[in-house]
């Protein structure tokens, strides 16, 4: 099992950064990959970013250059700083973790935290 906290959301202006974050805490196993995600009123969740077990990241084409994920060394906190917000940005963001053949695959979402970006 894993458990995982999102926070940092909050009402910004265009321009703005924001550092979302996701504490997580379970089986390792079960954290192997871990990403963001997002979802706008009316739309479907779709990818933000993702790191991987060796440490290599991807970006969603909207976001790159803008937006960065880190995880602490104990892998026990994932970041997504988000500099120059735009109104587009706004959603409410999902932690989602992806476990190895160990933990079956499974994955787990954090409850999500809202990301508000005014003009």
């Known amino acids: 099992q894993v458990q995982l906290v999102d926070s940092g959301g909050g009402s910004v202006q265009a321009g703005w950064s924001l550092r979302l974050s996701c504490a997580a805490s379970g089986n390792r196993n079960c954290r192997y990959e871990m990403m963001w995600y997002r979802q706008s009123p009316g739309k479907e969740r779709a990818f933000v970013s993702r790191i991987n077990s060796d440490g290599s990241t991807s970006y969603a084409d909207s976001v790159k250059g803008r937006f960065t994920i880190s995880q602490d060394n104990a892998k026990n906190t994932l970041w997504l700083q988000m500099n120059n917000l735009k109104p587009e940005d706004t959603a409410m963001y999902y932690c989602?973790?992806?476990?190895?053949?160990?933990?079956?695959?499974?994955?787990?979402w954090g409850q999500g935290t809202q990301v508000t970006v005014s003009s």
């Open positions: 989602k973790s992806r476990g190895s053949f160990l933990c079956s695959y499974n994955v787990y």
